[in-house]
């Protein structure tokens, strides 16, 4: 097993104090904004703008994909030295 040094411990402890804060803000703007009612208007722009992330998301994670996969990454850094598989 793999042991946790004292650097990596204040990393996750910082980490998950993070997210404890993020979750206690996200729960307070929530209730804060909780009579607030959206028009039509806002469904299309929250609509839109959820399509248009995903489909962003999604053409970057393929272009990175498919320039794995076709060695453009490679030429990039030439000094890096490519590592067999190891034989069995």
């Known amino acids: 097993m793999l042991r946790l040094g004292l ?12 997210l404890i804060l ?8 929530w209730n804060a904004s909780g009579d607030v009612v959206m028009d039509k208007h806002g469904w299309i ?12 998301g999604c053409g970057l994670m393929a272009l ?6 076709s060695g453009h990454d490679n030429a990039a850094d030439p000094s890096r030295k490519r590592r067999e598989p190891p034989t069995e």
């Open 64 to 69: 990175m994909f498919f320039s794995s996969r």
């Open 7 to 18: 650097g990596q411990i204040a990393i996750i402890a910082a980490l998950v104090a993070l």
């Open 22 to 29: 993020t979750g206690i803000w996200a729960t307070m703007v």
């Open 45 to 56: 722009a929250l609509g839109l703008g959820t399509f248009f992330s995903l489909l962003i």
